[in-house]
Protein backbone atom coordinates (compact mmCIF):
# COMPACT_ATOMS: atom_id res chain seq x y z
CA UNK A 1 0.00 0.00 0.00
CA UNK A 2 1.29 3.52 -0.91
CA UNK A 3 1.16 5.67 2.28
CA UNK A 4 -1.72 7.50 1.52
CA UNK A 5 -3.45 4.10 1.32
CA UNK A 6 -2.05 3.24 4.58
CA UNK A 7 -2.79 6.53 6.18
CA UNK A 8 -6.59 5.80 5.01
CA UNK A 9 -6.87 2.29 6.31
CA UNK A 10 -5.37 3.03 9.93
CA UNK A 11 -7.82 5.89 9.75
CA UNK A 12 -10.54 3.73 9.19
CA UNK A 13 -9.19 0.83 11.51
CA UNK A 14 -9.38 3.74 14.41
CA UNK A 15 -13.10 4.65 13.56
CA UNK A 16 -14.25 0.68 13.35
CA UNK A 17 -12.50 0.55 16.61
CA UNK A 18 -14.09 3.14 18.32
CA UNK A 19 -17.26 2.52 16.84
CA UNK A 20 -17.29 -1.06 18.61
CA UNK A 21 -15.89 0.02 21.57
CA UNK A 22 -19.81 1.73 22.25
CA UNK A 23 -21.51 -1.87 22.08
CA UNK A 24 -22.71 -3.19 25.82
CA UNK A 25 -20.38 -6.09 26.11
CA UNK A 26 -17.73 -5.15 24.18
CA UNK A 27 -14.63 -4.13 26.18
CA UNK A 28 -10.80 -4.63 26.43
CA UNK A 29 -10.57 -8.55 26.03
CA UNK A 30 -13.22 -9.24 23.24
CA UNK A 31 -11.06 -6.11 21.07
CA UNK A 32 -8.41 -8.30 22.18
CA UNK A 33 -9.74 -11.70 20.29
CA UNK A 34 -10.45 -9.52 17.41
CA UNK A 35 -7.13 -8.46 17.15
CA UNK A 36 -6.15 -11.86 18.05
CA UNK A 37 -7.84 -13.32 14.98
CA UNK A 38 -6.64 -11.10 12.41
CA UNK A 39 -10.04 -10.35 11.03
CA UNK A 40 -10.08 -6.83 10.70
CA UNK A 41 -12.09 -3.95 12.83
CA UNK A 42 -13.52 -2.20 9.92
CA UNK A 43 -13.90 -5.73 8.50
CA UNK A 44 -15.96 -6.99 11.02
CA UNK A 45 -17.89 -3.36 10.97
CA UNK A 46 -18.49 -4.19 7.63
CA UNK A 47 -20.21 -7.82 8.12
CA UNK A 48 -22.98 -8.40 5.96
CA UNK A 49 -25.70 -8.88 8.76
CA UNK A 50 -26.05 -8.47 12.39
CA UNK A 51 -25.85 -12.18 13.77
CA UNK A 52 -22.40 -12.55 11.87
CA UNK A 53 -20.95 -9.61 13.50
CA UNK A 54 -22.92 -10.93 17.23
CA UNK A 55 -20.88 -14.14 16.79
CA UNK A 56 -17.65 -12.60 16.24
CA UNK A 57 -18.61 -10.32 19.58
CA UNK A 58 -20.58 -12.70 21.43
CA UNK A 59 -23.08 -10.38 22.31
CA UNK A 60 -26.76 -9.28 21.27
CA UNK A 61 -27.96 -6.32 19.49
CA UNK A 62 -31.57 -5.06 19.39
CA UNK A 63 -33.77 -7.03 17.38
CA UNK A 64 -35.94 -4.27 15.31
CA UNK A 65 -32.80 -2.78 14.08
CA UNK A 66 -32.50 -2.18 10.07
CA UNK A 67 -28.69 -3.49 9.82
CA UNK A 68 -27.44 -0.89 7.03
CA UNK A 69 -28.46 2.10 9.23
CA UNK A 70 -27.34 0.72 12.28
CA UNK A 71 -23.57 0.25 10.60
CA UNK A 72 -23.95 3.88 9.45
CA UNK A 73 -25.04 5.25 12.91
CA UNK A 74 -22.05 2.80 14.56
CA UNK A 75 -19.76 4.07 12.16
CA UNK A 76 -20.96 7.58 13.25
CA UNK A 77 -20.00 7.14 16.51
CA UNK A 78 -16.86 5.72 16.07
CA UNK A 79 -16.10 8.98 13.83
CA UNK A 80 -17.53 11.25 16.73
CA UNK A 81 -15.27 9.32 19.22
CA UNK A 82 -11.93 9.78 17.33
CA UNK A 83 -12.79 12.83 16.92
CA UNK A 84 -12.90 13.80 20.47
CA UNK A 85 -9.87 11.95 20.89
CA UNK A 86 -8.12 13.89 18.62
CA UNK A 87 -9.33 16.57 20.04
CA UNK A 88 -7.43 15.62 23.54
CA UNK A 89 -4.23 15.09 21.23
CA UNK A 90 -4.87 11.81 21.98
CA UNK A 91 -3.84 9.21 19.30
CA UNK A 92 -4.91 5.42 19.01
CA UNK A 93 -1.61 3.07 17.90
CA UNK A 94 -1.91 0.09 16.48
CA UNK A 95 1.07 -2.65 16.46
CA UNK A 96 1.31 -3.10 13.28
CA UNK A 97 1.29 0.83 12.40
CA UNK A 98 5.42 2.42 11.87
CA UNK A 99 4.93 4.73 14.92
CA UNK A 100 4.18 1.88 16.97
CA UNK A 101 6.82 1.66 19.80
CA UNK A 102 9.83 -0.58 18.52
CA UNK A 103 11.08 -1.09 21.75
CA UNK A 104 7.24 -2.39 22.57
CA UNK A 105 6.41 -4.21 19.52
CA UNK A 106 9.09 -6.79 19.95
CA UNK A 107 8.31 -8.17 23.00
CA UNK A 108 6.24 -11.09 22.48
CA UNK A 109 3.28 -9.82 24.79
CA UNK A 110 3.26 -6.51 23.28
CA UNK A 111 -0.15 -4.78 23.17
CA UNK A 112 -2.28 -4.94 19.95
CA UNK A 113 -2.35 -1.35 20.04
CA UNK A 114 -2.35 2.10 22.60
CA UNK A 115 -3.84 5.41 23.39
CA UNK A 116 -0.83 7.82 23.04
CA UNK A 117 -1.42 11.18 24.71
CA UNK A 118 1.26 14.38 24.16
CA UNK A 119 4.20 13.03 21.93
CA UNK A 120 4.96 10.19 20.42
CA UNK A 121 8.78 10.93 20.02
CA UNK A 122 9.30 10.41 23.65
CA UNK A 123 8.13 6.16 23.19
CA UNK A 124 11.31 5.94 20.75
CA UNK A 125 13.76 7.74 22.65
CA UNK A 126 16.19 5.90 24.77
CA UNK A 127 14.71 6.16 28.54
CA UNK A 128 14.98 5.07 32.01
CA UNK A 129 12.10 3.21 34.38
CA UNK A 130 11.94 4.52 37.72
CA UNK A 131 9.62 2.58 39.78
CA UNK A 132 8.74 2.01 43.52
CA UNK A 133 6.90 1.34 46.23
CA UNK A 134 3.30 3.09 46.86
CA UNK A 135 4.82 4.09 50.44
CA UNK A 136 9.02 5.28 50.22
CA UNK A 137 11.04 5.88 52.92
CA UNK A 138 13.16 8.84 53.89
CA UNK A 139 15.63 6.67 52.35
CA UNK A 140 13.76 5.93 49.14
CA UNK A 141 12.71 9.26 48.81
CA UNK A 142 15.95 10.33 48.93
CA UNK A 143 17.71 7.39 46.60
CA UNK A 144 14.91 8.94 43.95
CA UNK A 145 15.96 12.19 43.82
CA UNK A 146 19.00 11.73 43.85
CA UNK A 147 18.93 9.42 40.86
CA UNK A 148 16.65 11.52 38.60
CA UNK A 149 18.51 14.68 39.31
CA UNK A 150 21.71 12.53 38.01
CA UNK A 151 19.42 11.63 34.34
CA UNK A 152 19.17 15.75 34.05
CA UNK A 153 20.60 17.17 30.73
CA UNK A 154 21.30 13.33 29.18
CA UNK A 155 18.63 12.88 26.57
CA UNK A 156 16.82 10.28 28.19
CA UNK A 157 13.72 9.97 28.89
CA UNK A 158 11.68 8.31 31.91
CA UNK A 159 9.06 6.34 32.25
CA UNK A 160 6.76 5.45 35.39
CA UNK A 161 3.51 4.58 36.55
CA UNK A 162 1.79 7.55 38.01
CA UNK A 163 1.11 5.76 41.33
CA UNK A 164 1.70 7.45 44.95
CA UNK A 165 5.13 6.86 45.79
CA UNK A 166 8.17 6.65 44.29
CA UNK A 167 6.37 6.75 40.56
CA UNK A 168 4.80 10.21 41.40
CA UNK A 169 8.18 11.09 42.67
CA UNK A 170 9.89 10.17 39.40
CA UNK A 171 7.51 12.65 37.10
CA UNK A 172 7.65 15.63 39.41
CA UNK A 173 11.62 15.07 39.36
CA UNK A 174 11.11 14.81 35.78
CA UNK A 175 9.12 17.64 35.28
CA UNK A 176 11.70 19.50 37.65
CA UNK A 177 14.87 18.99 35.58
CA UNK A 178 13.12 19.40 32.48
CA UNK A 179 12.98 15.30 31.95
CA UNK A 180 10.87 14.07 29.48
CA UNK A 181 8.42 11.60 31.51
CA UNK A 182 6.18 8.80 30.04
CA UNK A 183 3.22 8.09 32.38
CA UNK A 184 1.88 4.54 31.70
CA UNK A 185 -1.42 3.84 32.56
CA UNK A 186 -3.35 1.01 34.63
CA UNK A 187 -6.75 2.33 33.45
CA UNK A 188 -8.31 4.26 30.82
CA UNK A 189 -6.78 7.45 29.58
CA UNK A 190 -9.76 9.67 30.86
CA UNK A 191 -9.81 7.88 34.24
CA UNK A 192 -7.94 9.47 37.01
CA UNK A 193 -6.42 7.00 39.19
CA UNK A 194 -5.22 7.40 41.19
CA UNK A 195 -7.20 10.24 42.93
CA UNK A 196 -5.77 13.77 42.67
CA UNK A 197 -3.49 12.09 39.45
CA UNK A 198 -5.17 14.49 36.69
CA UNK A 199 -3.25 17.33 37.78
CA UNK A 200 0.07 15.30 37.72
CA UNK A 201 -1.12 14.50 34.23
CA UNK A 202 -1.74 17.57 33.04
CA UNK A 203 2.17 19.28 34.43
CA UNK A 204 3.24 15.86 32.19
CA UNK A 205 2.01 17.01 29.07
CA UNK A 206 2.25 20.63 29.63
CA UNK A 207 6.30 19.93 30.14
CA UNK A 208 6.29 17.83 27.04
CA UNK A 209 5.72 14.60 28.56
CA UNK A 210 3.51 11.62 27.13
CA UNK A 211 0.77 9.90 28.97
CA UNK A 212 0.27 6.00 27.34
CA UNK A 213 -2.47 2.93 28.28
CA UNK A 214 -3.69 -0.13 26.40
CA UNK A 215 -6.83 0.31 28.08
CA UNK A 216 -10.10 1.75 26.51
CA UNK A 217 -10.43 5.36 27.44
CA UNK A 218 -12.87 5.03 30.37
CA UNK A 219 -11.58 1.56 31.57
CA UNK A 220 -11.37 1.44 35.22
CA UNK A 221 -8.37 0.13 36.95
CA UNK A 222 -7.74 -3.40 38.08
CA UNK A 223 -5.15 -5.17 39.90
CA UNK A 224 -4.77 -7.55 36.95
CA UNK A 225 -4.86 -4.29 34.53
CA UNK A 226 -1.87 -3.42 36.65
CA UNK A 227 0.13 -6.12 36.25
CA UNK A 228 0.14 -5.82 32.55
CA UNK A 229 0.73 -2.29 32.57
CA UNK A 230 3.84 -3.35 34.52
CA UNK A 231 5.13 -5.20 31.00
CA UNK A 232 5.26 -2.16 28.98
CA UNK A 233 6.81 -0.05 31.72
CA UNK A 234 9.48 -2.60 31.69
CA UNK A 235 9.51 -3.23 27.80
CA UNK A 236 9.66 0.59 26.61
CA UNK A 237 12.62 1.44 28.78
CA UNK A 238 16.59 0.68 27.97
CA UNK A 239 17.13 0.31 31.60
CA UNK A 240 14.93 -0.21 34.79
CA UNK A 241 15.67 1.87 38.22
CA UNK A 242 13.71 0.12 40.90
CA UNK A 243 14.24 2.54 43.61
CA UNK A 244 12.45 0.80 46.59
CA UNK A 245 10.75 -2.67 46.70
CA UNK A 246 10.02 -6.01 48.10
CA UNK A 247 10.78 -9.25 46.49
CA UNK A 248 6.53 -9.55 46.40
CA UNK A 249 4.95 -6.16 45.08
CA UNK A 250 3.77 -5.14 42.14
CA UNK A 251 7.45 -3.38 41.40
CA UNK A 252 8.48 -7.22 41.64
CA UNK A 253 6.68 -7.78 38.44
CA UNK A 254 8.17 -4.79 36.80
CA UNK A 255 11.83 -6.31 37.27
CA UNK A 256 10.44 -9.39 36.49
CA UNK A 257 9.60 -8.03 32.68
CA UNK A 258 12.90 -6.36 32.50
CA UNK A 259 14.51 -9.39 32.99
CA UNK A 260 12.07 -11.48 30.47
CA UNK A 261 12.87 -8.68 28.11
CA UNK A 262 16.74 -8.71 28.11
CA UNK A 263 17.00 -4.84 30.45
CA UNK A 264 19.36 -3.49 32.06
CA UNK A 265 18.25 -3.51 35.72
CA UNK A 266 19.94 -0.98 38.73
CA UNK A 267 19.43 -1.38 42.13
CA UNK A 268 20.34 1.68 44.16
CA UNK A 269 20.86 2.08 47.43
CA UNK A 270 22.50 4.46 50.36
CA UNK A 271 25.55 3.66 52.12
CA UNK A 272 25.39 1.16 54.69
CA UNK A 273 22.26 -0.06 53.68
CA UNK A 274 22.46 -2.91 51.48
CA UNK A 275 22.16 -5.19 53.56
CA UNK A 276 18.98 -4.44 54.36
CA UNK A 277 17.38 -4.62 51.27
CA UNK A 278 16.98 -8.31 50.69
CA UNK A 279 15.47 -7.46 47.39
CA UNK A 280 18.84 -6.37 46.13
CA UNK A 281 20.67 -9.89 46.32
CA UNK A 282 17.61 -11.59 45.23
CA UNK A 283 17.66 -9.53 42.05
CA UNK A 284 21.16 -9.97 41.09
CA UNK A 285 20.34 -13.79 41.58
CA UNK A 286 17.07 -14.14 39.89
CA UNK A 287 16.84 -11.11 37.28
CA UNK A 288 20.71 -10.08 36.46
CA UNK A 289 20.33 -7.22 38.31
CA UNK A 290 23.42 -4.67 39.09
CA UNK A 291 23.72 -2.61 42.41
CA UNK A 292 24.92 1.35 43.01
CA UNK A 293 25.73 2.47 46.27
CA UNK A 294 24.51 6.03 46.04
CA UNK A 295 25.72 9.16 45.52
CA UNK A 296 29.33 7.65 45.51
CA UNK A 297 28.61 5.37 42.46
CA UNK A 298 26.48 8.12 40.92
CA UNK A 299 28.44 8.50 37.52
CA UNK A 300 28.99 4.90 37.37
CA UNK A 301 25.58 4.18 37.17
CA UNK A 302 25.23 7.26 34.88
CA UNK A 303 27.75 5.19 32.52
CA UNK A 304 26.00 1.89 32.76
CA UNK A 305 22.73 3.55 31.69
CA UNK A 306 24.20 4.76 28.78
CA UNK A 307 26.52 2.30 27.57
CA UNK A 308 24.53 -0.21 25.20
CA UNK A 309 27.40 -3.35 25.44
CA UNK A 310 25.92 -6.34 26.93
CA UNK A 311 27.46 -9.49 27.42
CA UNK A 312 25.70 -12.36 26.34
CA UNK A 313 23.05 -10.98 26.61
CA UNK A 314 23.57 -9.82 30.18
CA UNK A 315 25.07 -6.69 31.94
CA UNK A 316 28.13 -6.75 33.59
CA UNK A 317 28.57 -4.90 36.50
CA UNK A 318 29.08 -4.33 39.79
CA UNK A 319 28.53 -7.46 41.56
CA UNK A 320 26.17 -7.65 45.26
CA UNK A 321 28.84 -10.22 46.64
CA UNK A 322 30.27 -7.24 47.28
CA UNK A 323 30.13 -3.55 48.43
CA UNK A 324 32.63 -1.38 46.35
CA UNK A 325 34.98 1.32 48.06
CA UNK A 326 35.66 3.68 45.10
CA UNK A 327 38.38 5.81 44.56
CA UNK A 328 37.01 8.96 41.95
CA UNK A 329 39.29 10.61 39.51
CA UNK A 330 37.71 12.21 36.64
CA UNK A 331 37.31 10.11 33.87
CA UNK A 332 38.03 6.59 36.13
CA UNK A 333 36.37 4.41 38.82
CA UNK A 334 38.74 2.15 41.01
CA UNK A 335 36.37 -0.27 42.73
CA UNK A 336 38.15 -1.77 45.88
CA UNK A 337 36.62 -5.05 46.59
CA UNK A 338 35.11 -4.67 50.47
CA UNK A 339 32.46 -5.99 51.71
CA UNK A 340 30.73 -9.37 52.23
CA UNK A 341 26.99 -10.18 52.00
CA UNK A 342 26.67 -11.96 55.48
Known amino acids: MSKEQQKDYWRNETVAFLALTSLSGVGYWVLHKIAESGLGFKNLLKASNADEISKHLNVSLPDDIEWQAYQQQLWSIGLARARSLHADNVRLLFREQELFPQELKKIDDAPHWIFVQ ?31 AALANKGLVTVSGLALGIDQIAHTESIKYNIPTVAVLGNGIYVEFPKGSNTLKAQI ?18 AENFVRRNRIQAALCNTLLPIEWEIKSGSA ?11 KIANVFLPGTANLRPELKFSEMERGASAWEMPICVNGLLKYI ?12 QSLSFQDDFISTQKVLVYKKAHHYN
Open 118 to 148: GPIENLHKKSVSVIGTRKPSTDGVILAKTVI
Open 205 to 222: LNRGGTVVTEYLPEQLYS
Open 253 to 263: HTVAFAHKYNK
Open 306 to 317: QDDMQANGKVVQ
